[in-house]
């Protein structure tokens, strides 16, 4: 992380941080479709106790990168809802 020297170069920063976050959730979206193809159900396509793995997951990692879990689960609780309503779309195509 650089040290930034006015708000604009933080803007700057974060602007860049934000194009990035985009991207990932992009490729993350095509993965999320290729699963709804694997998967014979709706329940399937939910999937409570991969979700709550997900969480756990991204709750250590924010610890270990000091950031607030609770701020990082509410993020992804959000994200993997909206995923989870592409990939039903996704799987009622297919059925």
Do not use: W
Request: aromatic share 4%.
């Amino acid at each position: 992380m650089t040290e930034c020297k006015s708000i604009d170069e933080v803007r700057e920063n974060i602007d860049s941080i934000d194009r990035e976050i985009v991207r990932l959730l992009s490729e993350r979206r095509r993965y999320v479709k290729q699963a709804a193809g694997f998967k014979k159900t709706r329940e399937d396509v939910r999937a409570p106790k991969r979700v709550e793995e997900v969480i756990a997951k991204v709750r250590t990692l924010a610890s270990e990168r000091e950031i607030d879990p609770d701020i990082v689960e509410k993020v992804y609780r959000t994200m993997i809802a909206c995923f989870i309503e592409c990939e039903m779309k996704e799987h009622d195509k297919s059925q």
